[in-house]
């Protein structure tokens, strides 16, 4: 069974830093782009960035390219993000989701999400 | 960025109804296109992809269609456990974008 399992969500201030992580098993890790998704209710399901099964090719929404790093670990089954700079508009629940090939762009498995609340 | 408007944003109905939600997209996407389910406090569930084709392991109730810039999502019959929030998504170009939801509820 394919599970995705975020963590390393919390509380902190704007200008802070948090990593999270996210652990995958189920399914050949390895094999997969993964990605992560925010939801918050005033924006709702926003793509916030995406890397390749061997972990050289990101992409990121401008509204966190330059503070946030996606990046994985394929021996430990983990993807994680990290992130610098945090607004308050950065605060909401972060999903990782695979996709289920290369080049379709539609997420197949989701975790349960971690939340991050970024306040002073 | 390709906008998704959904409509409406809500519906209310009763179990063994029929209801249609309905996406447009800002520019041609093609069949690049998916739907989702979420129950409140669980992550979104995928439903439809390619804008007509079933999840495996979805009910057969659910039904997509549309290409280009107007799509729908159709559930027939409706169960009580399909009272949930429904997403579409554009998966055509980057930045992936998602519509606003729409509540299915009694």
């Known amino acids: 069974e394919v599970q995705l399992e975020e963590s390393g969500g919390g509380l902190v201030q704007p200008g802070g830093s948090l990593r999270l992580s996210c652990a995958a098993s189920g399914f050949t890790f390895s094999n997969y782009w993964m990605y992560w998704v925010r939801q918050t209710p005033e924006k709702g399901l926003v793509w916030v960035s995406r890397?390749?099964?061997?972990?050289?090719?990101?992409k990121y929404a401008d509204s966190v390219n330059g503070r946030f790093t996606i990046s994985r670990d394929n021996a430990k089954n983990t993807l994680y993000l990290q992130m610098t700079n945090l607004r308050v508009e950065d605060t909401g629940l972060y999903y990782c989701?695979?996709?289920?090939?290369?080049?379709?762009?539609?997420?197949?498995?989701w975790g349960q999400g971690t939340l991050v609340t970024v306040s002073s | 960025d390709t906008q998704m408007t959904q409509s409406p944003s809500s519906v209310s109905a009763s179990v063994g109804d029929r209801v249609t939600i309905t996406c447009r997209a800002s520019?041609?996407?093609?069949?690049?296109f998916a739907w989702y389910q979420q129950i409140p406090g669980k992550a979104p569930k995928l439903l439809i992809k390619?804008?007509?084709s079933l999840q495996s392991g979805v009910p057969s109730r659910f039904s997509g269609s549309g290409s280009g810039t107007h799509f729908t999502l159709s559930i027939n019959n409706l169960q009580p456990e399909d009272f949930a929030t429904y997403y579409c998504q554009q998966a055509d170009n980057f930045p992936l974008t998602f519509g606003g939801g729409t509540k299915v509820e009694i």
């Open positions: 890397l390749n099964p061997e972990g050289d090719l990101t």
């Open positions: 390619d804008a007509s």
């Open positions: 520019q041609d996407v093609g069949t690049w």
């Open positions: 989701a695979r996709v289920p090939a290369r080049g379709r762009y539609y997420f197949d498995y």
